[in-house]
């Protein structure tokens, strides 16, 4: 499968003669490839995109092009839709975040404050848990869960973690809401769970390209404790942590299991 990475922004330093610009780029998942246009914002438009997918293409068009932006996401899907390419939004495109980066262009994109988890989504209850690193995906793997994501360059033996290092997750248990939750959780792409202190504390899910959740809150001492703790564990796992829905705590049903990391974390790997 070919997958491209592509942004098409205007940033300050592209200007010419009073004139904002519009810069697209495109490369691939090594960098191998590298591809870069200007467009003066007048031009700005879908058949402009179009027009540059097909002359870098040179009739190999890609299979996906991620996109982390949500300011050219429109544009870009449509350009997509046209030339027959899936357009897939991502956090996690490393390659173009880092040739941004090293151009002196921004790649944080501007976040709303974190929403309440809608009502008919509560689970009954939650707790924090953790698996040991050789274990994360043989825990899982095998199991008949209806939503199971474990990418591969999250698998703990790719991010170089020791087998016996505690990867930290928290586990909530939905009830009959279980599997609604689950197939909730995956439309809203999960990428990262963290605890945010504060008057209550809670529990924010970072998903999709720039969405944000409340999943709990608490003002519990002992439980704001242990998000210290599972913190401090996303430390020592590299940013690995994980997120598992599942109906009781028999051990028995799953709904749904998540391998979790926050985008910025050793962008390399």
């Not at 031009?43 to 949500?70: C, E, M, Y």
């Not at 689970?123 to 825990?139: I, M, P």
């Not at 028995?252 to 299991?257: A, N, R």
């Amino acid at each position: 499968m070919v997958i491209w990475q592509a942004d098409f922004y205007h940033h300050r330093q592209q200007q010419a003669a009073g004139q904002v610009l519009w810069e697209l780029l495109i490369c691939d998942r090594d960098r191998s490839f590298q591809y870069e246009a200007i467009c003066p914002q007048s031009q700005v438009n879908s058949s402009w995109v179009t027009a540059q997918l097909q002359l870098v293409a040179d009739g190999k068009l890609p299979d996906v092009i991620q996109v982390f932006r949500p300011q050219c996401l429109g544009l870009i899907e449509e350009a997509g839709r046209s030339l027959g390419i899936n357009v897939e939004p991502t956090r996690r495109t490393f390659a173009l975040k880092q040739w941004l980066q090293e151009k002196n262009y921004p790649t944080v994109v501007d976040k709303p404050p974190p929403t309440p988890l809608p009502e008919n989504l509560w689970g009954e209850e939650w707790q924090f848990a953790t698996l040991s690193a050789g274990k994360v995906v043989e825990a899982f793997a095998e199991q008949p869960i209806p939503i199971l994501v474990i990418p591969e360059f999250l698998q703990p033996i790719n991010l170089g973690l020791a087998s016996m290092v505690s990867v930290p997750g928290v586990i909530i248990y939905g009830g009959r809401q279980s599997m609604r939750l689950a197939r909730w959780l995956q439309q809203t792409r999960p990428v990262a769970l963290s605890y945010v202190a504060g008057a209550p504390d809670g529990l924010v899910l970072e998903a999709s390209l720039v969405d944000r959740w409340i999943l709990a809150t608490f003002s519990d001492l002992e439980v704001a404790a242990a998000a210290k703790v599972y913190e401090q564990r996303k430390q020592e796992s590299h940013g690995l942590h994980f997120l598992l829905v599942q109906p009781d705590n028999s051990g028995i049903t799953f709904s749904g299991f998540w391998l979790l990391r926050a985008e910025g974390i050793l962008m390399n790997k």
